[in-house]
């Protein structure tokens, strides 16, 4: 076996694809347990109704039925545990009315799913359909209450200037910019934008298979999800067990984007239906299922405004917005916008006046969806500060530079009260211009112009919160309170050395294809000498694994993988002081390399981690009073959130005729800090920019007036494939963040939060000729040449 030492920094093939690639891979529904019983879903086929009566007798007459549930059988139970619990929190199934098209009225257990989906076609629901609220213009009016037993359908609204009261004392920046608006010379551009609603589509729909323990009064959940702890928690806060008394596990997990970042019903249910028919249950969702059961993102529509003066000074930027929080409140649903509000201003030094509204709507429930709130807080800004710079005549690069909190600012306060950690947004900026040869772009521009040719280059920057700290966020909703398990947003890691001398690290998120058992070996190896061969990392089993928030938010690396480089520097140092007793020298002269130890300057005089393994565990032969092992545990609680930024563009050529765009180039230039992997960094933003593409492009969650979902399957839902995208340019900065030892920021969303809006930046620019000043995703041909018509006819 070829032996891999790893160095922070240093590309090292992916330990998870192996299994991955050749399809032996384990995901929930390869799981199979003797004896079990498969659940489906009787869904309603209404936005909003009244359910007057629902009739089992002839699913329980179906051969192989076990069993039929309504809200009678679990209403005890309670409604599903939220984190944020503002709005109306969702029944575990329909509670005398129905909310949205495809709420979980009842569930049928059967012996084989082929039973359990005709039973589920036999029960007879009857129904007294009511108005419906689904546009959130109409909704935000309350002309249709959408819960009796709230006061309004707007359920909580976020404004920058008291957004925390009591922990914040902010500055409101409405009068000053009030007053800017009323000088002569400034330019005042505003702009009514969608940022349409999205259907998280991973490649593995959801899938959960609970086994109650009678004899044990323990529960095993398999499920396909990022935060199995909560998943644990919840479920023993539900059932009254202690958390122990609940096993979690999560196998592979096939994508999860934010959508798997959540407690579902269907988690609940199983394990009610496998405590009562004392069997296994699974549910596994079907792909056109998923557009009802699984939660969506994004969805507001709000106006942003730039007032600023011809120089390029912006005096102030305000959006006032409407954010589609669907029927029920789940996981972090009206927490979503706050994360917006983060960054709301961006990397610019300019005053604030924010405002969004939480609006329920009789649609299904909306919460993170791959960067959560904050690809849409950029939208908005990026959006009309491309419009300001176009309107004032000036280079939209130096719009931005000149607006930019500079390197000697940082740690730089926001308005909104927060500080981020560290940046250097004017050199990453300079750097894609440069690396991008903007102005040859913007040659090739003029001379594809003169050939009757319309191509644009689009610019965009970002900057992304993640990786969230301090620990008082828990008491904001960002921890794990409500699912019974209080907690902060801290990392866990345990590096176990095994008696073999190999390595076995525990950690306590949920991947779903970010590389962490990669990423997890090489801070080990860097920090060991271990080769990667010999380092296996577990995740994803609540009995094995440490206590562990999960993976979402960009947070994993610069959390956990904060901690477990914490647990690895306490295994390092209780292993020199074992090697200094070997090799009788003074710890501080060990080094670790190679597969072993050796003492500095004398490589040949060298000990195996095998050999360490030995004398750790054979307490006689090591220091005297030494406890034996060799494994140590690490809880790391970041002291700020890190603030990862970058700059992209995209070049397009837009055909008139038809609407469609063509991306001929897309450049991003990305700043997480320090990279442990360049493989990964550059894989997750591959996947980062896609998903942007996709909402720039082809996707749209389209419901009609009524609250049909009219793309809820994969016909009716575009997804951009490898033949819509160019080969990405990426390069990046380094600026790395003292808020974990690592000096690294999260990567995961980046891609997302800066590329929509460079797609629209890069299309508007490139029909400006015409008198095109907006169009609002997604772009799809018919919308583009609509623009086209629609401006020439102004």
């Not at 005053?351 to 939208?379: F, H, I, M």
């Not at 719009?399 to 740690?411: A, I, L, Q």
């Not at 772009?779 to 102004?794: F, N, S």
Request: charged share 20%; net charge negative; with cysteine.
């Amino acid at each position: 076996m070829t032996a891999t030492m790893s160095q922070v920094g240093g590309i090292v093939r992916r330990k998870e694809d192996p299994a991955l690639i050749q399809g032996r891979g384990v995901y929930v529904d390869d799981i199979k347990l003797n004896g079990e019983l498969t659940a489906a879903f009787v869904r309603s086929p209404f936005a909003r109704a009244r359910i007057t009566s629902i009739d089992t007798s002839a699913a329980l007459a179906i051969p192989g039925v076990r069993a039929v549930y309504t809200i009678e059988d679990v209403r005890s139970l309670g409604p599903l545990l939220a984190q944020i619990p503002i709005g109306k929190l969702r029944p575990l199934l329909a509670d005398g009315v129905v909310n949205h098209v495809g709420e979980a009225v009842a569930m049928v257990v059967a012996e084989n799913r082929y039973q359990a989906q005709d039973a589920a076609e036999a029960v007879l629901v009857e129904y007294d359909q009511l108005p419906a609220s689904v546009g959130l213009k109409f909704s935000a009016t309350d002309e249709v209450k959408i819960h009796d037993d709230l006061d309004s359908n707007i359920l909580h609204t976020w404004v920058s200037h008291d957004w925390w009261p009591g922990v914040f004392e902010l500055e409101d920046h409405r009068p000053a910019i009030a007053a800017a608006k009323e000088r002569d010379d400034v330019v005042i551009v505003s702009q009514e934008m969608v940022n349409q609603r999205l259907i998280p589509v991973a490649i593995e729909p959801r899938a959960v298979l609970a086994d109650w323990s009678h004899g044990y009064d323990r529960v095993t959940l398999y499920t396909s999800s990022q935060i199995p702890h909560a998943v644990a928690g919840a479920i023993a806060k539900t059932f009254g067990l202690p958390v122990n008394g609940v096993h979690v596990i999560a196998p592979e997990v096939g994508g999860g984007f934010g959508c798997k970042l959540n407690v579902y019903p269907d988690e609940v249910l199983v394990c009610f239906a496998s405590h009562k028919l004392e069997a296994p249950v699974r549910w596994t969702e079907t792909r056109r299922e998923a557009g009802y059961s699984t939660i969506h993102g994004r969805g507001w529509i709000g106006t942003a405004t730039i007032t600023g003066t011809r120089d390029g000074e912006i005096l102030g930027y305000e959006l006032d917005a409407l954010a589609d929080m669907g029927a029920y409140s789940q996981n972090f649903t009206v927490a979503i916008p706050v994360l917006g509000l983060y960054v709301a201003s961006g990397q610019y030094n300019i005053p604030l006046a924010w405002s969004v509204k939480c609006v329920a709507t009789n649609t299904q429930t909306t919460d993170a969806y791959r960067g959560a709130g904050r690809p849409e807080a950029a939208y908005y800004l990026e959006r009309a500060i491309d419009m300001f710079a176009t309107e004032i005549g000036m280079h939209p690069g130096d719009v931005r530079k000149k607006n930019f909190f500079k390197k000697e600012d940082f740690p730089a306060t926001v308005p909104i009260g927060l500080t981020m950690d560290s940046g250097d947004y004017v050199t990453n900026l300079d750097k894609l211009l440069e690396s991008s040869d903007y102005a040859g772009l913007k040659a090739m521009q003029t001379q594809a112009r003169s050939e009757g040719r319309y191509v644009g280059v689009g610019l965009s920057t970002y900057v992304e919160v993640c990786g969230f700290g301090p620990s008082i966020l828990a008491e904001f909703g960002f921890g794990w309170d409500g699912y019974g398990l209080p907690s902060s947003f801290s990392g866990s890691g345990l590096v176990r050395i095994n008696p073999d001398g190999s390595a076995t690290v525990f950690i306590g998120t949920g991947p779903s294809g970010q590389g962490h058992e990669t990423t997890w070996a090489q801070i080990v190896s860097d920090r060991l000498g271990i080769a990667m061969e010999m380092i296996r990392v577990a995740h994803g089993d609540t009995t094995d694994s440490p206590m562990g928030i999960g993976t979402f938010g960009s947070r994993s690396a610069a959390v956990d993988g904060a901690a477990t480089y914490e647990a690895a520097e306490k295994v390092r140092s209780k292993a020199s002081e074992l090697v200094a007793h070997m090799l009788e020298a003074s710890a501080e002269d060990v080094r670790f390399a190679d597969g072993g130890a050796h003492i500095v300057g004398t490589p040949g005089h060298k000990v195996t981690w095998a050999e360490i393994a030995e004398v750790a565990y054979k307490p006689h032969k090591g220091p005297e009073g030494m406890e034996a092992g060799l494994e140590a545990h690490a809880v790391f609680s970041p002291g700020n959130a890190t603030w990862p930024f970058g700059s992209h563009i995209a070049v397009v050529e837009v055909d008139v005729e038809t609407g469609n765009v063509d991306i001929l180039r897309y450049l991003a230039m990305d700043d997480c800090g320090n990279v442990i992997n360049p493989m990964i960094v550059d894989g997750q933003l591959h996947g980062g920019i896609a998903q942007g593409i996709g909402q720039a492009l082809f996707e749209e969650a389209v419901y009609d007036e009524n609250g049909n979902l009219l793309s809820g399957s994969l016909v009716d839902y575009p997804l951009p494939t490898a033949s819509d995208l160019p080969m990405f340019e990426l390069d990046r900065t380094v600026t790395p963040t003292d808020v974990n030892p690592l000096g690294v920021k999260g990567i995961g969303e980046a891609g997302t939060i800066g590329s929509a809006q460079t797609l629209v930046n890069a299309v508007v620019d490139a029909l400006s000729p015409l008198g095109v000043k907006h169009i609002d995703m997604p772009m799809r041909p018919k919308k583009v040449w609509q623009a086209i018509q629609d401006a020439q006819e102004a």
